[in-house]
């Protein structure tokens, strides 16, 4: 059967990449959405991205009041204030809640629906071109074309996004992920590693989008020991700002798989940060994975420096610090929530309910 590799964002990346490149903005019209959250005022991004549009003639308005994991509401305000002036491309600053925001807002500036209207996947009015600057190095956004909002009240999320919905371009500098605390950056580091974990062993993994996951462990692997510690270097956060977007190759190809829908409720529910909630189950979903997938778990973890998957939990638990407890009957509703999504999925083995509920009870801190 025929395979399919593809990735058409022109990424660019380095120190100050955004100054040395301006000109390209201007390929896209007189006038920009930019969307973002306030970190990226602190981080330097929207400063230098407003520079580049200025020294092009660009005008541009911005929407700043992105919030992390994006409601239905919260989006139909930025459909609503897309419409509002006429802009010729959206800009994309932040992590993945604004970038996915400016997915939303490339398809409402031209198309006058409400945000629920996302998920069907139809766009009568082509999305306004998009150009991402990510100022997080986990979420892979900028190269893939799913953008996610939380739904149901907020206990659950979901995708929408075509291959209309990729961005243009992107710009990678890790400059702006220098005041992120570490620890959003061990659990970004993290959701980059579960991308890549998920599309390797996705059972419609492609050779392309594995060999880009394999990358993605060594790095992972060759920075794990920086992560567990206080600080990191510029060139490291490099890396792992790249690492990040080699991750979003791989589920731009193959998809998340259960983990990625297990994490769901716990971050809508919750308010476990979307990296550290990929991150508690993997371990339990490995462990029974592993019979079905052994060559490609032992392929995994042999590149992470790990000879037995028991190993695998103390690995990246030196990386999270998840302080909540649950309840039996919360389980019992993550389980509910995110359990026919979870076996629905492209997963190496055939997953029930009660795998799911072990996975949640053998991952989670109980209190009763
Ligand atoms: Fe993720």
Known sequence: MSQCFYMPVKVIYGPHCVAENAALFAGFGKKALIVTSPSSAKNGALQEVTEALSSQGIAWGVFD????????????????????????????????????????????AVNDYPA????????????LPLIEVPTTAGTGSEVTYNAVITIDG??????FGTPVTHAKLAFLDARYTETLPMRLTRYTALDALAHAIEGFLSCKATPAGSMVAKEVFRIFAKNHGALCGDSLTPAV????LLNAMYAGIVIAQERTIAVHSLSYPLTAMRGVQ????????????????????????DELLGILGLTELGQFRGYIGRLMDDKNTYTRAEVEEFVSIAGQGAIGRNNPVTLTLDDVRNIYLTSLALSD
């Open 154 to 159: 907020g206990r659950n999320k979901k995708s």
């Open 237 to 240: 956060r490099q890396e792992l």
């Open 65 to 108: 009041r992105c919030e992390n994991n994006p409601s239905l509401e919260m989006t139909d305000c930025l459909g609503e204030f897309a419409r509002q002036d006429k802009y010729d491309f959206v800009i994309g600053i932040g992590g993945g809640s604004a970038m996915d925001s400016a997915k939303a807002a490339s398809v409402l």
């Open 116 to 127: 629920a209207k996302l998920f069907e996947n139809r766009f009568p009015h082509a999305p």
């Open 274 to 297: 979307h990296g550290l909630a990929v991150s508690l189950p993997m371990a339990s979903f490995l462990e029974i994975c592993y019979s079905g997938a052994k060559e490609k778990i």
